[in-house]
């Protein structure tokens, strides 16, 4: 690939787009090196699925402007769509046509021609892992195996820059992973690729830069590893065996730590944020020691990109999410 | 990555015509095997005309008069049914909107007007099919063609097409109604005083007043007069002859009128699927 588009694939600025009386959008910036993975993250109702209808021509923005490939995404729309391929957030795929020629009938969108259109089919359903099913309506399939099928969709024409809204959404671990795989095969490939998800440890896992957005608007943005670093320092947590020994402990964190430390009786644990990080620990564990108070378990816990949304926007961005790199005694 | 494989557009008006026609194409096809794989939707498209031949060739027909009036009914009721190919559309056309596959077409560097023009041209193939099973079914009641050949064709080719226009109509309606539920009904409501109140069932000089000015100027009664002229079926003996250009130059009224409705239609369904399109 060329430097036809100065080394940016992806460009969008001051995106602003309103839905009656919601703003969907309020002025959304993005920018992504050619060849890189560009995580949006944020939670539901965010404006991720409108900034990609967007950027793949299928909403016109209030205002603001979109490149994609070197090409103006409302004033060149069919230019966009040869470059690009998409996966929506719902799979987009023809229920009553079967695996293949779902993928043959898009071929033959993109201009393929007939023998190239099934050379192409054949060839995603079997890197899809769908070729046993090809032949079968695709009414049939599991969710695990429609998104494969709509993915498999937006790579048919070997797009520049593909699109991927929460393309992970739904999936069992096994599909979570399958998909993951397929985004580092297009990466080594040098395909440019937007995904957007609502899992912290997706973006971390995948993205060369994140842009978190919130409300429509982009709240904060850059490497997994700045964004923690936003956020400060590290968490020291610990247990103790006597919940009786709460009180002395926060007092002992409070010297090392900073800020508050909290306790909770029933699980006999504390913590507190520590800007030193393992020298903290020890020196906890050491004063801890000397008045004889027993530790049971130990942890400390670079912040995880949901202590980073909830610094952000005071706000969880999902209940659920154990990303804990922590180190236990 | 391996270089892209699509070849770089051409541009041109022709080339914009080529490539419309050959995403219709794909469109058209992809409809077709929904036909195929859900054969159940053609039973309406079918049934119906039979049901409709039947009820009115026995049960009106015999106050009418009989066989003259079997012969006389076949034609209007040909008329009848391609009109009803618009309420076709237009439930195809909602549901078409509805699935998800839609968004795959819009994200795709294809014309826009396949969508519809896919959609009228499989409507139209199932349409024909429906004028088959009629014929054979009008042969059993005693309905023959008694012209030339080259009118019998002309005469299905004059149906088709008006079956062809009136389902831009039914594109057009379907977006405007927007949900499936809303289009089911929307489709066909419309259809039953543009089809009655013409020649399709009764002379339109049997009409009073204004229902008579209606009928008269009535497309469907154009369309069915021209059929009853072009298969060589009489006027029904007994009832005031129609009079007036239109009663005249049934035929050549019947394909003005096509002209017009698609030249109306056609740019309207086209704006209207861009603006549901990038809603
Ligand atoms: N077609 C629409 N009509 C009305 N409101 C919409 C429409 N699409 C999105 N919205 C609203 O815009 C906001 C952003 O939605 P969306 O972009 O889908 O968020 P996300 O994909 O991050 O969950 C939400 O408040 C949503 O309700
Ligand atoms: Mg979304």
């Not at chain 1, 090196?33 to 949006?40: I, R």
């Not at chain 2, 078409?96 to 959609?119: C, T, Y």
């Amino acid at each position: 690939m060329g430097s036809r588009f100065d080394g940016v694939a992806v460009r969008a600025e001051g995106l602003v787009k309103s839905f009656g009386s919601t703003r969907a959008l309020n002025g959304v910036d993005l920018e992504i090196p050619t060849g890189q993975v560009l995580g949006l993250l944020g939670p539901n109702g965010a404006g991720k699925t409108t900034t990609v209808r967007i950027l793949t021509t299928l909403l016109k923005p209030d205002s603001g402007s979109a490149m994609v490939a070197g090409h103006d995404a409302v004033a060149d729309p069919d230019a966009v769509r040869r470059s690009i391929g998409l996966s929506g957030q719902y799979a987009a795929v023809d229920e009553n046509l079967t695996g293949f020629e779902n993928l043959y009938m898009v071929a033959r969108l993109y201009g393929m021609s007939r023998s190239q259109s099934r050379a192409r089919a054949r060839e995603l359903l079997e890197r899809f892992r769908l070729t046993e099913d090809g032949d079968r309506p695709s009414k049939g399939y599991s969710g695990g195996m429609r998104r494969r099928l709509d993915l498999a969709g937006a790579l048919v024409a070997r797009p520049v820059v593909v699109v991927l809204d929460e393309p992970t959404t739904g999936l069992d671990p096994r599909g979570r992973m399958d998909t993951w795989e397929v985004i580092s095969e297009l990466v080594d490939d040098g395909t440019t690729v937007l995904l957007t998800t609502q899992y912290l440890e997706e973006a971390d896992q995948l993205a060369d830069a994140i842009v978190v957005i919130d409300k429509g608007k982009v709240i904060a943005g850059g490497t997994a590893d700045e964004l923690k670093n936003q956020v400060g320092g590290e968490r020291l947590e610990l247990i103790v065996a006597d919940a009786a020994d709460l009180r002395s402990t926060a007092r002992v964190l409070a010297e090392v730590g900073s800020g508050e430390p909290s306790t909770d009786v029933h699980t006999r644990k504390a913590d507190i944020l520590v800007d030193t990080g393992p020298k903290a620990l020890i020196e906890a564990l050491r004063r801890l020691d000397a008045e004889n108070i027993l530790v049971s378990d130990v942890a400390l816990h670079r912040p995880t990109l949901d202590d980073v949304f909830l610094a952000l926007t005071g706000h969880a961005a999902e209940e659920d999410s154990t990303d804990t790199k922590g180190v236990a005694v | 990555m391996t270089a892209v494989t699509l070849a770089p557009p051409r541009g041109g008006f022709g080339n914009a015509i080529a490539r419309t026609l050959r995403d219709g194409g794909v469109i058209t096809w992809r409809n077709l095997m929904n036909v195929r794989r859900n054969p159940e939707l053609l039973l309406s498209a079918t049934l119906q005309p039979i049901m409709f031949v039947l009820l009115f060739a026995y049960v009106f027909g015999g106050s009418f008069g009989g066989g003259a009036y079997r012969e006389f009914l076949m034609g209007g009721i040909f008329a009848q049914t391609v009109a009803f190919n618009s309420a076709f559309t237009t439930i195809g056309m909602a549901n078409d909107l509805q699935k998800g596959v839609i968004d795959r077409f819009r994200s795709l560097p294809m014309s826009r007007m396949a969508v519809l023009l896919g959609r009228t041209t499989a409507d139209l193939a199932v349409n024909s099919l429906g004028l088959v099973v009629m014929s054979l079914c009008g042969l059993i009641v005693g309905w023959r063609i008694r012209g030339s050949f080259t009118d019998a064709v002309l005469g299905f080719a004059v149906l088709l097409l008006f079956g062809f226009v009136m389902s831009w109509i039914g594109a057009f309606v379907g977006m405007l109604a927007g949900k499936v539920e809303v289009a089911q009904s929307a489709g066909f409501i419309w259809m039953f005083p543009v089809t009655f109140i013409s020649s399709v069932f009764v002379v339109q000089t049997t009409l009073p007043g204004p229902l008579r000015t209606f009928a008269e100027w009535n497309p469907v009664t154009a369309v069915a007069d021209s059929a009853r002229s072009l298969f060589g079926n009489p006027p029904l003996p007994g009832f005031e002859r129609p009079e007036g250009w239109v009663a005249d130059n049934a035929t050549l009224y019947a394909i003005l009128c096509c002209i017009a409705i698609f030249a109306i239609f056609a740019p309207l369904a086209v704006a209207k699927y861009r603006k549901v399109a990038s809603k």
